[in-house]
């Protein structure tokens, strides 16, 4: 159940209350694609920096080890030892993104293992199934994730598609939720808005899933080569299309800049490969900016990633430390740096959060978009 605490223009402060516990909303979800985040870090790790929620995917877990085994194992909560909310992703996009030989059919789509090259067939009720065994949270719905450059014709028959395929997902979530062997019989349902760079189906598509009365509504298919200007133009059209009292998700943004610009636009939850992925290549954010610590010029300098960052790598080590143990290809360097860079992503969740609550995010935007771009020229 979602709860709307307030509003400044378009920008939302929530929370969504699962059996898992309340998600304070605006989020930033860490992703952990094999149920583990990236740079060797730990589900114990999580609470020192901030996290709400972990995102781990169905596709990935279905191939290894296998829903199944995660089953057997009482899900996924107890398979990685976190006790708070865990969103999976439906495996509709790794499909489209990772699988070279596919069919997209009407009951779903067959395609290869991109590990063994196994055939696999995974449908609506496929994916329903796997996150039900998976025992998530938040289930996402199938779908396709059409490239935001493809043509219109092929974009608005892939969207209808995409809807048929919700009412199969909620019809099948209805059926497993009630099921006597089920692991989370309250598993919540978010179904997904497509519609590429077209704000006409994108906004057909948001009126047409707003009235199925699912638990949360995300936007998919951006950030996926368009430019950010076109992204916040199609969220700019198609927010106010969906429902206000449910959580909005964007899925798979951003950076820094483009989840306070999402913010603004009315999104809830966030999800990013960024800080984990440029974490482990020594590239990390601050206040001012990113910076890469594999530079000579942090060869001898003393302080922190960040002065007054309270995560565990600037409570403790330099950057002249941290740079020497990437150069060295010591694990701990790349751990350290991913650790900073979710606990800024989620700390700055938090500032958001706060600014909302005092009616101050328009300035508070400002002022962060104002030090990144300071830091990028200095």
Same mark, same amino acid.
């Not at 949360?216 to 998919?220: D, F, H, K």
């Given at each position: 159940m979602y709860k709307l605490i307030r509003t400044e223009g378009r920008a939302?402060?929530? %929370? /969504?209350?699962t059996v898992h516990g309340t998600i304070q909303t605006p989020v930033f979800m860490n992703v952990g694609t $094999? &149920? &583990?985040? +990236?740079g060797a870090v730990a589900t114990t790790d999580l609470n *020192?920096? +901030?996290? *709400? $929620?972990?995102l781990s995917n169905t596709y990935h877990l279905h191939v290894r080890p296998g829903d199944e085994v995660i089953k057997k194992l009482g899900g996924l909560h107890k398979f990685m030892a976190w006790d708070k909310p865990i969103l999976t992703d439906s495996g509709g996009f790794q499909v489209f993104s990772l699988a070279k030989l596919r069919k997209i059919k009407e009951e779903g789509v067959y395609f290869n293992s991109h590990i063994d090259g196994r055939k696999i067939f995974m449908g609506p009720e496929q994916s329903m199934q796997i996150q039900s065994n998976l025992g998530s949270t938040i289930a996402m719905a199938f779908d396709e994730c059409p490239s935001s450059v493809a043509d219109r014709d092929y974009v608005q028959a892939s969207v209808a598609r995409t809807t048929r395929w919700l009412a199969r997902c909620k019809t099948e979530m209805n059926r497993l939720n009630s099921l006597? !062997?089920? =692991?989370? +019989?309250?598993q919540m349902l978010f179904g997904i808005n497509q519609g590429a760079i077209y704000p006409d189906i994108r906004i057909d598509h948001a009126k047409t899933i707003a009235e199925m009365e699912l638990d949360?509504? &995300?936007?998919?298919g951006l950030a996926v080569g368009e430019t950010? %200007? %076109?992204m916040y133009h199609i969220l700019d059209e198609v927010v106010p299309y969906l429902p206000q009292n449910k959580p909005t998700y964007l899925m798979g943004v951003g950076t820094p800049a483009n989840i306070l610009e999402g913010v603004e636009r009315g999104v809830d939850f966030f999800d990013c490969v960024y800080p984990s992925r440029n974490g482990r290549h020594g590239h990390v954010y601050t206040d001012h900016g990113k910076l890469n610590l594999f530079n000579a010029k942090y060869e001898l300098d003393s302080?922190? =990633?960040q002065e007054g960052c309270g995560c565990p790598a600037c409570q403790h080590y330099s950057r002249a430390y941290i740079r020497h143990l990437l150069k060295a290809k010591e694990m701990l360097g790349m751990r350290l740096c991913v650790l900073h860079n979710l606990y800024f992503y989620n700390n700055m969740m938090e500032e958001i959060r706060n600014a909302l609550d005092e009616g101050r995010y328009a300035q508070y935007k400002? !002022?962060? /978009? &104002?030090g990144f771009e300071a830091g990028e020229k200095a």
């Open positions: 939302k402060r929530g %929370e /969504l209350h $094999v &149920a &583990a985040i +990236k *020192q920096i +901030k996290t *709400q $929620v972990e006597e !062997d089920t =692991i989370n +019989k309250s949360g509504y &995300a936007v998919g950010h %200007e %076109e302080r922190p =990633i400002k !002022d962060k /978009l &104002a």
